[in-house]
């Protein structure tokens, strides 16, 4: 494949990364609007260096935009292209951790003679949190140089083109202290007459409530596991792999990804008096569709595994966390009956 034609698959690359990026359950945008600092060399070109300096800052759901200051260096090469210009750019899941994607576009001039370079790029990343204000990243983008700004999306002979490989230092700028939460109240699994109250209540044989409240106690002892994305074990969990494994543990198999245990069982409808222990909840977090899962613990409560790892939620209470959820719960599933 010639370098003409890196483009396209480069950029579905990216676009399908940013969909699955995009389904990690709540983005996690504690660390909000920063500033970021780039170093880079192209692959094919060794002596070729990006610098850049910018601000970013969350947009809607997922998304962030940013501005830049950026710099080639390429004193080196036999045709010096050194510029300095500005470039905008817009990533999908980049303020958190985990992979994103990335474009971005700017023009600059050029050192030697004053002419300007249009240029843009595409690709992907992987975000590590180091400090909870501070995370370092590794990106790699398909970038394009259009020599003289001519026909600014089509490659021109003459044009520089290739793979780039990055780092990134990004710096959060503190947000406003959100006010103190009340501790979340513990769990006390159902006595053998809550049990037989409950299964007639809902018309369950008592078994089945008692395997319900197994399974909402496996999923409590994980309380405090580390979000990982993709993780279905005590090294850490994302939201169906907690819900899954706490059924298995039990014996039903679910199926692994957050749509499709909405499929599982019967529905319920999203009411807290029609809802009992164990019965799966799905949010809409980013579009129409479900997107993350928990497990319905009783009193309005719930378990998932979201940004901040395996934790206690409220349906019921009027904190603000409590309302983003309410205003996202879309459907219920019960599983044992």
């Known amino acids: 494949m010639s370098r003409t034609r890196y483009a396209r698959p480069v950029a579905g690359l990216a676009l399908r990364a940013a969909l699955v990026a995009a389904c990690v359950a709540r983005p996690a945008r504690a660390q909000g609007k920063g500033f970021d600092l780039s170093y880079g060399r192209w692959w094919s070109d060794g002596g070729a260096i990006l610098y850049?300096?910018?601000?970013?800052?969350?947009?809607?759901?997922?998304?962030?935009?940013?501005?830049?200051?950026?710099?080639?260096?390429?004193?080196?090469?036999?045709?010096?292209?050194?510029?300095t210009g500005a470039e905008v750019s817009l990533g999908i899941a980049r303020v958190g951790r985990g992979p994103y994607a990335v474009g971005s576009a700017g023009f600059g001039l050029r050192h030697a003679d004053g002419a300007l370079e249009a240029s843009w790029s595409a690709g992907l990343g992987w975000a590590l949190p180091v400090f909870r204000f501070a995370s370092v990243s590794l990106e790699a983008r398909y970038r394009v140089e259009d020599q003289g700004a001519r026909g600014f999306w089509r490659l021109q002979p003459g044009d520089r083109r290739g793979l780039v490989l990055m780092g990134r230092v990004a710096i959060g700028v503190p947000r406003a202290a959100a006010p103190p939460r009340a501790p979340a109240p513990t769990f006390t699994p159902p006595s053998e007459d809550s049990v037989e109250d409950l299964s007639r209540g809902f018309g369950a044989a008592p078994e089945a409530a008692r395997v319900a409240a197994d399974i909402v106690q496996t999923a409590l002892d994980a309380m405090g596991t580390p979000y990982s994305w993709g993780g279905t074990d005590a090294n850490g969990y994302d939201c169906s792999g907690l819900v899954q494994y706490a059924y298995e543990q039990h014996g039903i198999i679910l199926p692994r990804i957050s749509r499709d245990q909405m499929r599982m069982g019967r529905p319920v409808e999203p009411r807290l008096d029609a809802l009992r222990p164990g019965d799966v909840l799905g949010f809409s977090v980013e579009g129409n569709g479900v997107t993350h899962v928990g497990l319905y613990v009783g009193d309005g409560r719930f378990i998932h595994s979201a940004s901040e790892g395996v934790k206690l939620s409220s349906l019921s209470a009027t904190d603000a966390d409590s309302e983003w959820w309410r205003r996202h719960w879309i459907a219920a599933r019960r599983i044992v009956q």
């Open 52 to 83: 850049s300096a910018g601000y970013h800052r969350p947009l809607l759901g997922p998304f962030d935009g940013g501005v830049a200051l950026a710099h080639v260096d390429d004193h080196n090469a036999l045709d010096d292209r050194t510029q």
